[in-house]
Structures are given as C-alpha cells and as structure tokens.
C-alpha cells in the first residue's frame, strides 16, 4: 500500500512509461493511457487487492482493460509492480513474439481476458463478478476501466443492466472520460451528469471525481468498496486527453499515435523523467484461499446420463437439457446459462435441477457470451443457449473469446429451415459458417438425442470455443447408448461393398438421407451414409474413404446457407487430403425461405430424401453417361 | 379517421383476428398481439398518416413492428384497413408460399424492414427517422412497437442513444410493457417507472400510458406528435399479455402458442365474436408529395473519378476514400455512416465532402449497419464502414438485413494479420466466411487502389448485401484506370502456355503471389496469378481453365482464417463446376496471430511470398514424384 505522494510519483512513472513504450515500438496509444493513469496509480497502489506472485490465486481481485488500447498504461502498471522488466516493456511492447501485444491477452497471467474489440471488458467483468458473488463466494473485487467511447456500445448497457439485476456490488467500473474518441469528440463529451444519469438508470449507484485529483480518487475508490450498497459502482472519472504533456493535452489527432522521438524526449522531461519505483498494493483478504468458500453446490451424484430407445423420436434440444442435467451432477463446475428461451433450448431443465449454477440474461446476447466467458475466466465451464440465429448477435464476443482462450459451450437451437412456421427470422443458416471460422473453435451437429448427450459430454471437456447445433423437431434415435462420439469423427450408418454414392448429412439431414438411402436400395443402389456430427474437425479419413469407395460420387445435404457449412467442410477436407476426382452434388438452402411446415420447408430448399434422391441419380447417371 | 368508440370496435377485431390467423396456423403469438392491440387500434385509426393505396408514397408514415412476433396483431391491422382480405389473413398465415409469415418482411408492401430477431426494429426505425429529417425532409413520422423483452438488447440502448444525438423528434417508439416475456417475467415486470428512468436518461421525452384505455393512449399519440419537442418520444404502454381473454390474461406460459380451437371460440366469444370492420386512418399531410422537397444537396458533376498511376502505392482504403467522394458527387442518394474511425476507414472523405449525406455512429456497429437498413428502405445507397472485425458486432444485423431485402454497401477496412502491430482483437480473419454466408451477398477483395475504386462504383448498384474488404497498408497499383472489374470475374495478372502452376491471392496477397510468381520465374516455373478480387460470386470459369491448365495444381494464399474464405470459395467453385483432380495448398491464417510488423506476421501465418513459393514447389515435387 502506499500513499497519495508515492502515488503522484507512481503516476508520472506509468505515463512516462507509456510515452517510452509506444514511442520505442512506432505504435500504441500514449494519449488514451496517459487519460487514466492517475486512476490506474491510485488503484494499483491503494485499492487493488492483488498478489502479483500468484496471479492464479483465488482471491486476487480482477483488472480489466475494457479500453484494450490503452495497453501502454496496463503494461506500465506491470513493470511498476515488478512482474515485467523495463526492458521487456521496452523491447517487447507490440513487438512480433511478444506477450506485450498491441492490446492485452491472457497470454500474460494477469490478464483475464482479451479486450481490444471496445464494450466487452465490462461485460466480461460482469461475468467475473457473477462468479466472485455467486459460486466462488469470495470477496473479490472486479475493477473495470473504460473509455467513454465505448459507452456508446449496447453492450455497455446490457452489462450494466445484469450488474443492476444480479446485485453485483463486487463490480467497479471506472470510465475514463477524456472526451476525445479516435476520429473527434465524443458524443457526450464531459458530460458527466449525462453519463450518471444513464448509469443511475440502470441501477448503478455513480460517483462522479476528477481524474486527475488523486484524493478525489481515493475517496470514490474507497467510497467504492465500504460494502454500504448493494449495487454495482460506475465511477465517472473526468480526465484530460494526453494529461501530462501539454503539447497534446485534449488535443483532438493525437488518438492512437506515438510521440516521435523529440516530443517523447520534452514530454517526459516535463514529467520529470524516468522512473523505477517498485510499488505493491494491497493483498488479498487473509482466510480467502483457493477453494475456500466455493459456493457450487454438492452435486448429486445419482442422476443418470439420459438413454434413449432406439427409434425413439426425441429432439436434439431436449436431449441437451436433459444431458446437461447429468452433466452439472458429475461436474459442479458446469453452470448454465440462456438468453430468454430457455422452455426452448431446454436449458430450463438445467435451471431447475441446479438454480445456483444457471443465469438467467434475458434478451441479450452479447452478454449471454461476455458472461460465460467471465466465467471460464473462474475455471467454471458455461454452458450457454440461445437460438442458433440469434448467436450471430455475439459473433464479435465469440471471435474474441478465442483471442481470450476462453473454454466455452455454446449451444444453438432451432437451426435452419428445418424450424417450420417463424420464417427465417429464427432460421440458423449461417452459423456452421460463423462458427466454423472462429479460430480453434470445435462444431458440432448430432442427429439424435443418443449423439447430442454423448457431445455435451464431450463439449465439457474440449479447450476453445465448442458449438453445438440442435434441432427444433423430434427425429428418430439412431444410436445405442454405448455409442463412442469423439469429436473429429463421424458415423458411417449405411455401407456396403457396393455403394455407388455417399450421403453426407448433418442433423436433420441425416434423417433425410437414411430414407433417401432406403428409395435407392428399392432401385438396387447402394449408397452410403455418413452422419456427419463433428463439422469441426472433420472426420477426413471416413470422408476420404468413402469417395474412394463410392467413385468420388457424393452427395451433402445440409439445411444451412451454401457457404462454410457441412458442404465447405467437406470439400476443404477432401481437397487437403489429396488430388482426387470429386462429382459433388451440394443441397442446401440457396434462396430465402419463407414460413411453412418442416417437411414443406425442407422439400422447397431441395435438402429432402426426395431431393437427395435425385441428386445422387443425377451424380450416377453423370458418371455412366 | 375514426372515433375512440370505433377504435375500442377496431381494437376487439384486431384481437379475435389475432386469435383466429394463429389458431388456424396451429402457430403464433395472439397473446403477445392482444397486450398491443388497444394501442394500434388508436394508432392506426387516428394517428398514422398513411395512404394504404399507395404504400410507396414518400410522405406516409412508418410502423414498425419491432416486436415481429406480434405478426398476428400486424397482419390483422392489414385487414381491416383493407389491403389484405379476411380469407388471406386466415389461410395464408404462417403457411408455406404465402406472404404473412411467421415475422413481419418486406415481401409485403407495408413492411419497411423484416423483424423477429428482437432489438431490431428500433434501430432500423431510428435509419428512416434520419432520412425523414435530414434527407427526404419529409414531415413523415416513424412509429416502432417495441416488446419489454427486448428492452434488455443493448441495441434498443444504441438506437435511442442516436435517436436522441440526431434529434429525431419524428420517432416515436411504443413500449408494450406486458410483464412476461417467453419463460417468464422480464427483468422489470411493471416497472415503468424504471424503463422512463433509462429512456429519459438517454435523451427521449417519456409518456406513460394505461396501454388498454384508448383514451389515455390517444392523448400520448397527439402529445408525441405536437412538434413542441426535438426529442425522441418514448410511450411506455403499461399492458396486460393476452389482454381480453381473461383465461390467459397476465398467464405464464402462454407465450407463442396458439389458443386450442375451443379457447378460441370461447375468447372469441368473449371479445363479442367476429367483425369486420374497414377502417381508415388519416393521409399524408398535403403537398409532400414524392421528392417534392429532398434535401440531398445538389451535387456538384465535376468530381473526376481517381486515378492511379500503375506502380504508385495506395492502400485500398484509402482508395475507398477516394472513391466514395467520386461517387457521391454523382449519385445524389449515395450516402455514407462510420463507426468513429473514419479517419482510419477514409470514409472521413465523403463526411468532410459531403456533410449532409454522412451520419456518424461513434461506436455502436449494431447501430450502423442498422442506420444503413433504414437508409435504404428510403431507397438511399448507403456507405457503411467500420473496420472488417467490427462487422462481426452487427452479424445478426446484416443477416437480417438480407432477410429485408436490403441493398446495402458494407466496408471493412484493416483486415487480417497485414494490420500488425495492433493484434489480433482488430483483425478481420472471420469477415470473408461471415459474409460470405449471408443470403444473397457479394463479397468483394481488391488488391489495388483502381480496383477497389471501379468496385465502389459497382457496389452503389448491386442488389442485397455487398461487402467491400479493404486493407490497411499501401501496396502498388496493379492495374490502368481503364480496366473493368465485374462482379463475379477474376484478373489474371499472369499468364502462358507453360504454366505449371495457379497461384490465387486476394487484396494483400495478390501482391504476395506476384512476388512468388518472379521468384518461381527464376527457376524456371511459369506460374498463373489470379486476383480473385470477387470472393463472392467467384469467376468459375477463370479457376476452372487455370486449374486445367496446370495439372490442377492451385496454391490459394489468404489472410483470413482457413475456413469460409478465399480457399473455399476456390474450391466449392471447382467441385461444383465439374469432376477434376485438383491439387490445392491452401495458405492462411491457423494459428492465433500476435502483433508485429505485417511482413513478419504474414511470414508468421504462411502467406508471404516465401511459403507461396514453397507450396508452389511442393505441388510440382508432388506432381513429378
């Protein structure tokens, strides 16, 4: 802990170092981080509970830069604490290979998650902040600091709003109002009584200071964390654009870029020059160790994994629900969360089993995914549910939760035309694409209730972004209980040694192609049929084999938009393999599809049995003719 | 116009027509359309100026139903001003080929925008309030019903926020506050005053209404359409969820489901039985008729297109820049939005160029791309630019948009690992697959500034969603003013009877497959390069013969990640095309990028020259070994 004076000190010494390290790297935002710096001294020094020699500990509080780019400060703080050297700080920062990247990663251990996409550090925090209240139980703080322009994301407010629903008075966010966004001044500019109001709307409780009066600081800090409100804290912190070097101080063009040499060289004379002071703050509360208070409840240990009779007709979404319910009872760190359809997911199967391990976000998708990954920030393993449609909502905090390396399961329902009646508001037809393209990211699409339980299983235990697809409808149980399901496989339902085509389905599809597979046979063609539930990675060996069996004839039939579904993951699959002749027929849902049942749906994209009947005749008639 | 004792008439019929149109589809949402029916009864019959005859007119209002769900409530205002007819309404809804589907879409000529994916019509809404007032300058009013539910989407928070900077006092969005949303209660419940709390905070002048008497309902509509305010108007209509069937009246559990046929009769019973009423409302005030007072500035004809000397460097967003400008000063409708980074965009040409046609978004992606779709719904050409990564944050918008039949222009600038320094959270390595698989896009690449010049000009008159991927660095001018660049066409930029390989780039690495094209040259290997500026349609034809004319070895080098990008758009051209053997490497972005600079991040991912060169080689080895 250490004094205001030491903090003055300690403040010109983390814009110095942001001035030095942008400067030496030709890149970086000194501006954005010299704003904030008197905020981030007082923080540090007097406020943050954190045992920086043990970044992995429990109890440490959580500092999040939701303004990623004002790394420079950030990585200031971590030389000022002593966990990177000045020189790392200055040889590292932005640089190819380094842990210092342009905006923070969790490569570096004392960062939860990744931020640099604006409007999702304090989301993430709510997530954090879910976990410190409501399953670890410990006093943990998480601490935010924004850019106000990112005020103007929605995802602010629906960070905000469940901070407000879920009593999280463990969450500080402090907005570094410096007026200036990249291009101009912001829309509210220093209307800090403008921001309040919002904020206090939402059931914050605002504390509005100079910030660049480290008393005033202190006391709204303080005021912070006295445990007298139940609500979050957003602290209004009005500062000044490149406060420290005049020569820019709320200067508008100076967003984002270094100072060249000879300013870098006056403005740090002007604060005084370099310094190393080595400062530690608070630690954590004694008696709060790893583990100590989990608040997880004891998980029974009797409910069985689902099994269900072949043939059975089941829906893929209610074979989610009731896996998961098998799953939180093995696994107490398997929580559960829904943006408002959870009768739909069948994630409400879950949240009535364990209500203290599921999170209701209503309509808010983005923070549906912000909250999981703040709890796969705790080592917890969120499970959250939507519609696959409506995941396109949080597309940005999905690709960024790979950046962050967060372990997330994500579940999509109601996917393709397949959903019947709503129209293609609520169709899924893009997001195997979407979620194909998220790098290191695992898709997965069962075709019956037996697969679905086996890969929620799975999903529990498999690093990166997970998706699964499910069905709305109710099809056929094709597997038996003790069927295997290893992501990267797939399942050859039908094959013989005289198979002419394959069927490639996934989902539905599968269903399609098992009874397109019995009208061929009628006509004494064989064709084989794989049920493709890994999308990603894909089972090349299985693909590969049955194009060499079947004379390179393939059909995929897939209720999902031509691009980067199952079709794309074939072909990328087949292509990497090896040179070989392909005659590929590709149903899937070209034009927009209006309302209607499945079957008349399915049959208008010409991705049913009768569609891939057709297909796999014309793919035959092609190679003899 | 009619009377109140008429509304309340019109307002029973637009219950039992709610009931009977979804009971006869087995589908829908009557309790959802009941809690609003009161409020459209007096908004249709007495406040909305709209020539049902003409539902072109360029002075009618606009209803929004951003609450898409209530379609039932909607379809049935449909019949009773008269443009749909009773049997329409009660065998076309919901069913397979008709036009009332199951959400509201423009393929009725009343609807502006498609809802259903919740959060937004407001948004939308909030583009035609900014055409209305600074484009058409047309007195015409744009009127959203809004559901409680979708309160919680952050980007209700994003729209109100714009609706409030931009002063659209010609928006009025209507809160049905029915308490229960699908699973159950929303966050506020009744809470209205919590809701006035956050609209006023956010700059909307509040009324709140009884949203079942008619009479309170009339005095706010009149009140929010005095002219005495330059806000925004928010009406919070406190309501009951199925409203007039006392069975279900404020039930949990009737969300989306259609009454049984004999709680239809007994609730039709109830509500008096069936009418059928036609009712008008007023007109379009006079003298407003079509483009009679646009305020589009005149523009000015003597703004030459750019040109670029081949050779010179330019980076393609700045091209856009240029371009844009070009063609703003000849197309009076073409207008431009951006997401606060203008400057880095260049989109910051056509504000300075043209301030009347440019709407800035500050940080709020959700909104820009929505501002875009209301941009167009008033037939404008909209510009929409933030960088390639940040589109992400709009997906489900842009997706939609599709579903709207929207002609937009997106442009993402900074993509993939050629940005450097700033990491991963700002590259675009997912925006070519997410494109790619919305419904009807094109998807464009230029490598040089006079394609993507030539292409800024084609995309102001293509059809559905266009994206142009634009990037960072400034790479030399491949081609003469004078060369065309269709949509779905291909340059080959090398080319002999001796090629023994295809090397396919797009933006950054075209220059890179140029460069490993000299290099192979040297050894001896003749190499076509193909600039596969259109990623979406792609130039088959092109691929098909160079793959034939190079034993099928093709090398696809990209910077984007390896799924739904250039390699598949490469290869699910071919194998649709035609059996062939085709011998692919695929160079791109697999592993999680770092900072650095861009040539060592392009070394770092395998798509410089270098590895472009040893795939080529790789192949040739193959094809001899």
Redesign the interface.
């Known amino acids: 802990m250490i004094d205001l004076a030491m903090a003055e000190e300690l403040a010109a010494q983390l814009r110095v170092d942001s001035i030095r390290s942008s400067t030496s790297?030709?890149?970086?935002h000194p501006t954005s981080s010299m704003s904030a710096a008197d905020v981030l001294a007082v923080l540090v020094g007097r406020h943050l509970r954190y045992d920086w020699d043990q970044p992995g500990a429990d109890a440490n509080d959580h500092l999040i830069f939701s303004k990623?780019h004002a790394s420079p400060l950030l990585y200031s703080v971590f030389k000022a604490v002593g966990v990177i050297s000045d020189e790392e700080l200055m040889t590292g920062y932005?640089?190819?290979?380094?842990?210092?990247?342009?905006?923070p990663?969790p490569?570096l251990p004392w960062v939860d998650v990744?931020?640099?996409?604006?409007?999702q550090g304090l989301p993430d925090g709510v997530g954090i902040a879910l976990a410190g209240r409501y399953l670890d139980r410990l006093p943990y703080r998480v601490w935010v600091l924004c850019g106000d322009?990112?005020m103007?994301?929605?995802?602010?407010?629906?960070a905000l709003?469940k901070a407000w629903?879920y009593e999280l008075a463990n969450l500080v966010t402090i907005v570094d109002v410096n007026r200036l966004?990249?291009?101009g001044p912001?829309?509210l500019q220093w209307n800090l009584s403008?921001y309040a109001?919002?904020a206090?709307?939402?059931g914050a409780r605002v504390l509005t200071v100079d910030g660049h009066d480290l008393t005033d600081i202190d006391q709204a800090l303080t005021a912070a964390t006295d445990g007298s409100d139940t609500r979050p804290t957003v602290i209004l912190a009005r500062t000044i654009k490149g406060r420290g070097f005049p020569e820019v101080e709320d200067h508008e063009g100076w967003h984002g870029k270094p100072f060249p040499a000879d300013m870098a060289a006056r403005a740090i004379a002007g604060l005084g020059g370099e310094r190393h002071l080595l400062v530690r703050g608070p630690l954590p509360e004694a008696g709060t160790e790893a583990g100590a208070e989990t608040g997880v409840e004891a998980a029974p240990v009797d409910t069985p994994p689902p099994v269900y009779a072949l043939g059975t007709k089941v829906a893929t979404r209610k074979a989610y629900g009731d896996a998961l319910v098998a799953l939180g009872a093995r696994h107490p760190k398997v929580v559960a969360l829904d943006g408002?359809?959870?009768?739909?997911t069948y994630a409400?199967e879950f949240a009535k089993a364990y209500p203290g391990r599921y999170f209701e976000m209503?309509?808010?998708?983005?923070?549906l995914v912000a909250s999981a990954v703040g709890l796969a920030a705790r080592h917890y393993i969120p499970f959250a549910a939507t519609f696959a449609?409506?995941f396109?909502?949080a597309?940005?905090f999905i690709?960024?939760a790979?950046?962050s390396r967060a372990d997330l399961c994500l579940v999509g329902s109601h996917a393709g035309v397949e959903i019947?009646?709503?129209?293609?508001?609520?169709m899924g037809?893009?997001d195997l694409?979407?979620m194909?393209?998220?790098?290191?990211s695992t898709v997965l699409y069962p075709s019956d209730a037996t697969s679905t339980a086996a890969l929620v299983r799975t999903m529990a235990v498999t690093p990166g972004i997970t998706y699964l697809r499910t069905t709305r409808g109710a099809y056929p149980v094709l597997y038996e209980a003790d069927e295997t399901f290893p992501v990267g496989g797939a399942k050859v339902l039908r094959s013989g040694p005289s198979d002419a085509v394959t069927l490639i389905g996934g989902g539905v599809t599968v269903h399609q192609c098992l009874a397109a597979a019995d009208r061929l046979a009628e006509d004494g063609v064989h064709a084989r049929v794989i049920d493709l539930y890994s999308v990603?990675p894909v089972d090349t060996a299985t693909l590969a084999r049955a194009a060499d069996d079947t004379g390179?004839r393939i059909v995929v039939a897939e209720d999902h938009?031509?691009?980067?579904?199952l079709?794309?993951?074939v072909?990328?699959a087949l292509?990497?393999e090896g040179?070989?002749?392909?005659?590929?027929a590709?149903l899937c849902v070209r034009?927009?599809p209006?309302?209607?049942?499945p079957d008349?749906?399915l049959a208008?994209a010409g991705i049913d049995a009768r569609h891939i009947v057709s297909a796999a005749r014309g793919l035959l008639g092609e190679a003899s003719g």
Do not use: C
Not at 25 to 28: E, H, I, K, R
Not at 152 to 158: F, K, L, P, R, T
Not at 340 to 344: A, I, P
């Open positions: 790297a030709g890149s970086g990623g932005r640089r190819f290979g380094s842990r210092l990247q342009g905006h990663t490569v990744a931020t640099g996409s604006l409007g322009s990112e103007a994301e929605g995802s602010i407010w629906e709003d629903y966004g990249q291009r912001t829309e403008g109001r919002r206090e709307a939402f408002e359809v959870g009768n739909s409400e209503f309509i808010a998708e983005q923070q449609a409506f396109t909502r597309y940005d690709r960024m790979a950046i019947g009646a709503d129209g293609p508001s609520q037809l893009e694409a979407m194909r393209a998220v790098q290191g990603k390179g938009h031509p691009e980067g579904g079709g794309s993951a072909t990328d292509l990497a040179p070989r002749v392909i005659r590929l590709h034009e927009l209006g309302s209607g049942t008349e749906l208008a």
